[in-house]
């Protein structure tokens, strides 16, 4: 029997996020381009600058119609027939509204890139807006609705919105609109919505794939090159203000065996420096199952299967100034809802005052930076970062720093930003659970003022 030595591995090859190159449009818009080798379904990822905030009073909710109603036929195609042809091009449509504005999404493989993009130009160019789709579309989401409102999770972020930001901010009020809001949408409203925001000169395209051999600016050149639109006026978006007191508000569910909490606070978006520390201190306070949160409530007490903490970009300005959500959420049986409660506060405390150790620091950048090759290796995960860089007005090369400054973040640096990040006493906190059982546990903890929603 022959046998042979065991291979050796290479050496490693540095990596970088990959960097795009720009262009533009003869109609002004705006085009990101990465070349992927291999990656040979290509990701298209749109930015239409229409924010939540542009929705006219009392229609909140017909950006997400809107977006939603792009695919559902042109002046070309009926939405059958539209959707017929995105099959045969082995493509996939979807669109989404949030904050910022709206997102439109396409993969297809190379091959069909032309023919795909042609659909994309159409849904674009020449929405139909019919009646009746855009009726089908309201009433799906009015079922929608009551199932968001059932979920706990949702329940809780919808009900931290309202607590977090003034009623006067779009920020306050539910991303797809509310049954009252929802109802009032038609084909007229979704079509003066489009009409007022939805212009080539104020979009940009992000593609990313295996472009070799492709005349991709040709190609766009032919299909959304042949977009046409005014260039418009651009929406200036309100500052944003949050009321961070400390306080506990119980969204009660008789009955409810389990609480979902939500911890939470506003704070300032990528543009801010000490973003990079952030992100490094707050993946150790809640990133993993190996997070402090994790070993204390998950691991030692057993109270839940596992406690996240994040921080979420909402709304970025071209001045570069924004808004972010911190958050620690999870959910923990009804009994423990006080003793859980009390041991996220120590161990919020006990960060404070001792601060983390090297070890956590150095796993937490070895998880973020080690495995970002793993993480984008798609075109379609670098496409949607590329393009979130865009929304959020960053610069191109803004996710290879950000990796970079995260290697170089030490230990008290990201100590310092999760300690501000989570301050004890300015978190309101949510939770969507059974008040006659967590009511007086809860305001026993003396974390802030409680208040019950029935």
């Given at each position: 029997?022959?046998f042979?030595?065991?291979?050796?591995?290479?050496?490693?090859k540095?990596?970088?996020?990959p960097?795009?190159?720009r262009?533009?449009?003869?109609?002004?818009?705006?085009v990101?381009?990465?070349?992927?080798?291999?990656?040979?379904?290509?990701?298209?990822?749109?930015?239409?600058?229409?924010?939540?905030e542009a929705?006219?009073?009392?229609?909140?909710g017909v950006?997400?119609v809107?977006?939603?109603?792009?695919?559902?036929?042109?002046?070309?195609?009926?939405?059958?027939?539209?959707?017929?042809?995105?099959?045969?091009?082995?493509a996939?449509?979807?669109?989404?509204?949030?904050?910022?504005?709206?997102?439109?999404?396409?993969?297809?493989?190379?091959?069909?890139?032309t023919?795909a993009?042609?659909?994309?130009?159409?849904?674009l160019?020449?929405?139909?807006?019919?009646?009746?789709e855009?009726?089908?579309?309201?009433?799906n989401?009015?079922?929608?609705i009551?199932?968001?409102?059932?979920?706990p999770?949702?329940?809780a972020?919808?009900?931290?919105?309202?607590?977090?930001?003034?009623a006067?901010?779009?920020?306050?009020?539910?991303?797809?609109?509310?049954?009252?809001?929802?109802?009032?949408?038609?084909?007229a409203a979704?079509?003066a919505?489009?009409e007022?925001?939805v212009?080539p000169?104020?979009?940009?395209?992000?593609?990313?794939?295996?472009?070799?051999?492709?005349?991709?600016?040709?190609?766009l050149?032919?299909?959304?090159?042949?977009?046409?639109?005014?260039?418009?006026?651009a929406?200036?978006?309100?500052?944003?203000?949050?009321?961070?007191t400390g306080?506990?508000?119980?969204?009660?569910?008789p009955?409810a065996?389990?609480t979902?909490?939500?911890?939470s606070?506003?704070?300032?978006?990528?543009?801010?420096?000490?973003?990079?520390?952030?992100?490094?201190?707050?993946y150790?306070l809640?990133?993993?199952?190996?997070?402090?949160?994790?070993r204390v409530?998950?691991?030692?007490?057993?109270?839940?299967?596992?406690?996240?903490?994040?921080?979420?970009v909402?709304?970025?300005?071209?001045?570069g100034?924004g808004t972010?959500?911190l958050g620690?959420?999870?959910s923990?049986?009804?009994?423990?809802?006080?003793?859980?409660?009390?041991d996220?506060?120590?161990?919020?405390?006990?960060?404070?005052?001792?601060?983390?150790?090297?070890?956590e620091?150095?796993?937490?950048?070895q998880?973020?930076?080690?495995?970002?090759?793993?993480?984008?290796?798609?075109?379609a995960?670098?496409?949607s970062?590329?393009?979130?860089?865009?929304?959020?007005?960053?610069?191109?090369?803004?996710?290879?720093r950000?990796?970079?400054?995260?290697?170089?973040?030490?230990?008290?640096?990201?100590?310092?930003?999760?300690?501000?990040?989570f301050?004890v006493?300015?978190?309101?906190?949510?939770l969507v659970?059974?008040?006659?059982?967590?009511?007086?546990?809860?305001r026993?903890?003396?974390?802030?003022?409680?208040?019950?929603?029935?």
């Open positions: 029997m022959e042979h030595p065991r291979p050796a591995g290479g050496q490693a540095p990596w970088n996020f960097a795009p190159e262009d533009a449009l003869g109609n002004g818009l705006t990101l381009h990465c070349h992927r080798p291999g990656q040979q379904v290509v990701a298209v990822e749109v930015n239409l600058l229409a924010p939540l929705e006219p009073a009392g229609l909140d950006a997400t809107m977006a939603r109603a792009l695919s559902e036929g042109t002046d070309r195609h009926t939405a059958e027939e539209f959707a017929a042809e995105l099959e045969r091009c082995g996939t449509l979807d669109a989404f509204a949030d904050h910022p504005g709206i997102r439109v999404s396409l993969e297809v493989p190379v091959s069909r890139l023919s993009l042609a659909l994309l130009a159409d849904a160019r020449a929405p139909a807006f019919r009646e009746a855009v009726e089908r579309l309201v009433a989401r009015l079922d929608e009551p199932h968001e409102l059932a979920n999770a949702r329940r972020a919808i009900a931290l919105s309202g607590e977090l930001f003034p006067s901010s779009r920020m306050s009020r539910p991303r797809q609109g509310t049954q009252e809001t929802v109802r009032r949408i038609d084909a979704v079509r919505f489009y007022a925001h212009r000169a104020s979009t940009t395209a992000v593609v990313v794939g295996d472009l070799a051999g492709v005349d991709l600016r040709a190609a050149e032919e299909t959304l090159g042949a977009w046409t639109g005014s260039p418009g006026r929406f200036p978006p309100t500052p944003v203000t949050a009321d961070d306080r506990v508000v119980i969204v009660d569910r009955g065996v389990q979902q909490l939500l911890v606070r506003a704070g300032a978006d990528r543009h801010d420096p000490v973003w990079p520390a952030q992100v490094l201190g707050v150790c809640g990133g993993t199952l190996t997070s402090r949160l994790d409530l998950r691991e030692e007490k057993g109270y839940t299967y596992g406690v996240r903490a994040y921080g979420q909402l709304r970025s300005t071209p001045d100034t972010s959500m620690i959420s999870g923990v049986a009804t009994d423990v809802t006080g003793p859980a409660l009390a996220l506060w120590q161990v919020l405390r006990t960060l404070a005052a001792e601060g983390l150790t090297d070890d620091r150095d796993t937490a950048v998880n973020l930076v080690g495995v970002a090759p793993l993480r984008y290796e798609t075109a995960a670098v496409a970062t590329l393009a979130d860089q865009v929304e959020q007005f960053l610069p191109d090369d803004y996710q290879a950000l990796y970079q400054r995260l290697a170089q973040t030490g230990t008290v640096e990201a100590t310092a930003a999760v300690v501000s990040a301050p006493d300015r978190l309101v906190t949510v659970g059974d008040a006659a059982r967590i009511e007086e546990p809860v026993a903890l003396g974390i802030g003022p409680v208040t019950v929603l029935r």
